[in-house]
């Protein structure tokens, strides 16, 4: 997943001391590759999965296990604990998520408050603070700067306001924290390939936020198969750009339906108008009942046909 890259500090190479430190150990099997093994043997690991942090996933990231075991429970992990809590992730949420980082228990703590007093400071609220560190658990390893810079290049870039800005990274947190190409990439895709005006991009981008994150393969094929093979305008897909969201055999098979019963009818200006809404989000018996005016039998024996 292209936002599960920690930033590079996490995988920074340890000390000659620290390395002195860990082999000085000596209650810790020599031969392990599993932390599990040392459960018995560090009280910071103990406490730790009773918080109910998954190790067997921690391990799977780089330098992970090998910076718990160089913490003191009392002396490094409590204060990040307190901090956490009091940034308002949630008691049961704290295993899960530093399970996916716990890199965040060998940060500084003065830095990670400096990085939330930034956020306090570009009036995001306590719970959209929490609600964004829950959703982009890495979120406060990374610098002011880097924040700063980031919530530069999507109001600049779009040309959204401040407020919107603000709105667009709550609802997807990890565009702070994901990389930026890939971002980069779809808006030119949407602009060059697809056609969109930089207007309709800022109004798709601020109701659909996922689709700077989505497959560049997955956006062509689907826009292809609204606009060139169902006929809807780029307006109308500005309008409605959450059908980005949405698989494409699905629109496909409800299309073809619609197609066939004569109800493909996707001009506003039409009595049987449908919208790109109502052909996505609906489940099937409404669908079929409300929309094709027909039954789940008829829709599932024309979709053998396929």
Not at 24 to 36: G, N, V
Request: glycine share 4%; hydrophobic share 40%.
């Amino acid at each position: 997943d292209w936002d599960d890259i920690p930033p590079s500090s996490a995988l920074e190479v340890i000390s000659e001391e620290e390395a002195v430190q860990i082999i000085a150990e000596p209650l810790l099997p020599i031969q392990s590759s599993t932390l599990r093994d040392y459960v018995d043997h560090s009280e910071t690991l103990a406490k730790l999965v009773h918080l109910g942090v998954d190790l067997s996933q921690v391990e799977k990231r780089q330098k992970a296990g090998q910076l718990l075991l160089t913490l003191d429970f009392e002396k490094d992990v409590k204060k990040i604990l307190l901090f956490l809590k009091d940034v308002g992730v949630e008691d049961n949420q704290l295993g899960p998520f530093l399970t996916k980082n716990p890199y965040i228990l060998g940060e500084d703590l003065e830095a990670l408050e400096t990085r939330v007093a930034y956020l306090k400071s570009k009036k995001f609220g306590k719970s959209e603070i929490a609600q964004m560190v829950s959703r982009a658990p890495y979120l406060l390893l990374f610098s002011v700067e880097r924040l700063d810079n980031r919530l530069g290049f999507f109001k600049n870039e779009l040309g959204l306001s401040v407020k919107k800005t603000k709105d667009l990274v709550i609802r997807l947190p990890r565009l702070l924290t994901g990389k930026l190409e890939p971002v980069k990439e779809n808006l030119q895709v949407c602009q060059i390939e697809l056609g969109f005006q930089r207007n309709e991009i800022q109004q798709i981008v601020y109701k659909t936020p996922k689709i700077l994150t989505a497959s560049k393969k997955r956006l062509k094929e689907t826009f292809d198969y609204l606009h060139n093979i169902m006929g809807i305008p780029h307006h109308m897909l500005t309008r409605f750009p959450q059908v980005f969201n949405s698989k494409l055999l699905r629109i496909r098979e409800r299309h073809m339906f619609l197609a066939f019963l004569g109800r493909a009818q996707y001009d506003p200006a039409q009595p049987s108008y449908i919208s790109l809404d109502q052909l996505v989000s609906l489940p099937d018996e409404v669908f079929c009942t409300e929309i094709a005016k027909a039954s789940m039998q008829d829709f599932e024996n024309f979709l053998k046909t396929l």
